[in-house]
């Protein structure tokens, strides 16, 4: 057992669905998975381990925002063994053709947070999503024919921003979309050697101000669970 994660050594796949809300991975749990098994409910914070299409997959809630989710890859990474990881989560559009229920594949991520500063002594460091999943991904999603869209996407620390328009100058230089996970998850992936990519659902628009009903996101959501699924298990 880790600091936060109540597993024994073994009990977590290689391969891993990385939701940023517990009751989600429950969902992933019992909609894909056979033979599911929580091994964590520390914090609430919900993990299963089963089988999709023959395969052993996890799937791990990590809270909200870079200081949850990190605690959560770190120890997964460097205690469990996890070796390909794919976020799936939400995101706001930052772009006129960017449309809610698109589907983003984060191939890089700028941050307005202070945590690579930290790590990086000041230095500028960029985070980048693994090619080999990035590819899998995007040639699953072209012959299903599901639109997606590649690109940067921007990480923040704040869901309610101290200034209306601070995104604005990431519109300007084509980033797609706003979250608050992918800059650190691709950043401790790179330190431990883990494959890791995130995709995201636009589930609302910082321009347009449209945003998705529970419904529509749930929807568009396991749509994208599903590409995920397809990505890790050939
Ligand atoms: N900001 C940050 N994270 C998000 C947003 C947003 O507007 N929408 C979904 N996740």
């Known amino acids: ?37 929580c091994y964590n409910q520390v914090r609430g914070m919900l993990g299963y381990t089963g089988t999709h299409r023959g395969q052993r997959i996890s799937v791990q809630g990590h809270g909200m925002g870079m200081p949850s989710m990190s605690i959560y890859a770190h120890e997964l990474f460097a205690e469990y063994g996890v070796k ?23 191939q890089g991520a700028c941050t307005d947070s202070n945590m690579n500063n930290r790590r990086f002594h000041g230095m500028s460091y960029a985070p980048l999503a693994d090619f080999e999943l990035l590819l899998r991904a995007y040639e699953q999603a072209s ?36 979250e608050m996970e992918t800059a650190a998850l691709y950043t401790i992936a790179a330190q431990f050697g883990v494959q890791a990519l995130s995709l995201l659902t636009v589930s609302d628009h910082l321009i347009t101000q449209e945003r998705l009903s529970a419904e529509e996101r749930q929807n568009g959501f396991m749509a994208m669970v599903e590409l995920a699924l397809m990505t890790l298990v050939d």
């Open 1 to 37: 057992m880790s600091v936060h994660i109540a597993a024994q050594p073994g009990d977590i796949a290689e391969k891993m669905i990385f939701p940023g809300d517990p009751i989600r991975a429950k969902i992933i749990a019992e909609t894909y998975l056979e033979d599911a098994v």
């Open 143 to 178: 012959s299903h024919d599901l639109s997606i869209k590649v690109g940067n996407v921007l990480t923040s620390d704040a869901f309610y921003a101290s200034s209306e328009d601070e995104w604005k100058i990431f519109t300007g230089h084509g980033v797609l979309c706003i």
């Open 84 to 106: 390909q990881v794919i976020r799936v989560g939400t995101t706001g559009g930052l772009q006129e053709h960017v449309a809610t229920r698109d589907v983003i594949m984060a």
